[in-house]
């Protein structure tokens, strides 16, 4: 008789307050804190109590990120929960057969069972006067909820007043907008068609050209490669020229892509003070052109002559090696 008023007392605090009060999770974790360790009789299933007590009271003890993966990862939108309590020994797929018993802000209640979260009761009060339902009249899978929608919940969700209002809204900025959009747009696009070759490779997204280097170093696929370069790259070249010898040119033909590699070296009476000090081995590739196509240049991202000043000049360099 006593253990039966006890066990009622117990039940009764723990309902006293709904899931309306904006302390609902706070008040359960105090009834918690203050029944630890004792067990309470279920309807459901009939010889399984539950053991009062909190996340660090079950095997997944000081493992807050289990706790975080239930509210985050099985409902459709993310729930705050507190562990109750736990049903030890019950026959499940649960690790070590204990089925961990959550109270959820929504009010619902929760069972755990590996990777698997039932909804089990309605409420407290539901839990404490009818028992658990297992398996739960709900059952969320891990991850369920990032499952791609259904063509019928896709629908569903287009049908929501906040939906088409956000949708409203975004076409408003839009068409405010249009003119700089578009410009980014064609920037965007400009600048991933001068990147592509006709080998469909892309330049790396990091790598810097020296500024007022043009990208496009070629008129044509039959002529001679043309540096088109500010004053002062082109001083530094006229400057630099005279040192180096061209000592093999060859050129390989394949359908549009000709291949034309140039090696360069510092004269063996080249001066001490000389501004080069690396030897550069050039590999450059012609495209078109093709049905109007402008022909363009594969870059290397380590494309670059150093001098004795730390002057950079970018010619699609693919190896190099110190001269002295």
């Known amino acids: 008789m006593t253990r039966n008023k006890s066990a009622c007392s117990r039940i009764q605090d723990f309902c006293s307050f709904g899931k309306e009060s ?24 009939a010889g399984y109590p539950m053991r009062i007590g909190g996340l660090d009271d079950t095997i997944y003890a000081e493992m807050e990120d289990e706790l975080e993966a239930w509210e985050d990862f099985y409902l459709p939108e993310r729930v705050e929960m507190r562990v109750i309590g736990a049903i030890d020994m019950f026959p499940s797929l649960a690790v070590g057969l204990q ?14 069972e590996n990777e698997v979260l039932h909804q ?10 009818k028992g658990i339902e297992f398996p739960g009249t709900k059952v969320y899978n891990y991850g369920e909820c990032f499952a791609p929608m259904t063509e019928e919940e896709y629908d569903e969700l287009m049908q929501d007043e906040e939906v088409k209002k956000m949708k409203e809204e975004t076409r408003e900025s839009i068409k405010s907008n249009e003119a700089e959009f578009l410009s980014i747009l064609a920037r965007i696009e400009e600048k991933e068609n001068a990147e592509k070759v006709a080998s469909n490779k892309i330049v790396p997204s990091d790598h810097h050209r020296p500024k007022n280097v043009v990208v496009q170093l070629w008129k044509h696929a039959d002529e001679s490669f043309i540096f088109h370069l ?25 359908g549009t892509c ?20 690396y030897i550069l081995i050039f590999d450059v590739y012609v495209f078109g052109p093709e049905k109007g196509i402008v022909p363009q240049l594969q870059w290397h991202p380590n494309s670059c002559m150093l001098t004795a000043n730390a002057d950079i000049f970018e010619a699609c360099s693919i190896n190099y090696q110190r001269v002295c």
């Not at 040192?243 to 050129?251: F, G, I």
């Open 230 to 254: 500010s004053d002062d790259y082109y001083e530094m070249w006229c400057k630099i020229f005279p040192l180096l010898r061209p000592t093999c040119e060859e050129l390989e033909s394949n």
């Open 22 to 45: 904006p302390n609902y999770l706070d008040h359960v974790s105090e009834q918690v804190d203050k029944y630890r360790g004792q067990t309470v009789p279920l309807e459901k299933p």
């Open 99 to 112: 089925l961990i018993i959550l109270a959820g802000k929504d009010g619902n209640i929760y069972a755990y």
């Open 120 to 129: 089990v009761a309605d409420s407290l009060q539901d839990l404490f006067q």
């Open 258 to 277: 000709r291949k034309l590699r140039c090696r360069f070296r510092a004269l063996p009476c080249a001066p001490c003070d000389s501004p080069l000090e």
